[in-house]
Nanobody, 117 residues
Framework: QVQLVESGGGLVQPGGSLRLSCVVSGFSFSMYYMTWVRQAPGKGLERVLCINFGGGNTYYADSVKDRLTISRDNAKNTLYLQMNSLKPEDTDLYYC??????????RGQGTQVTVSS
């Protein structure tokens, strides 16, 4: 059974930092592309960052460059999203997702990030 479980979300002030984690089970994590996806209330899903099995990154959202960093620990089957210099517009439900390529086929339940003073 494929499971992706996100954690680390919360309430943070503008300019603050958070680190999201996603623990994966049920598929060969080290062979999968992993993606962080976010969704604002009433809006569609937006791909934010993708990392391939070799560690190469792809940014889908220009607004997060130099502020958000994706990484993975294949030994721990865990995906990370380091979020720095957070802005109110980063407030979203963040999901991790995985697939054999950049187009993911499995997604977790999400963790809420709220940036507010």
């Amino acid at each position: 059974q494929v499971q992706l479980v996100e954690s680390g979300g919360g309430l943070v002030q503008p300019g603050g930092s958070l680190r999201l984690s996603c623990v994966v089970s049920g598929f060969s994590f080290s062979m999968y592309y992993m993606t962080w996806v976010r969704q604002a209330p009433g809006k569609g899903l937006e791909r934010v960052l993708c990392i391939n099995f070799g560690g190469g990154n792809t940014y889908y959202a220009d607004s997060v460059k130099d502020r958000l960093t994706i990484s993975r620990d294949n030994a721990k089957n865990t995906l990370y999203l380091q979020m720095n210099s957070l802005k109110p517009e980063d407030t979203d439900l963040y999901y991790c997702a995985g697939g054999m390529g950049p187009n993911y086929t499995a997604r977790g339940q999400g963790t809420q990030v709220t940036v507010s003073s």
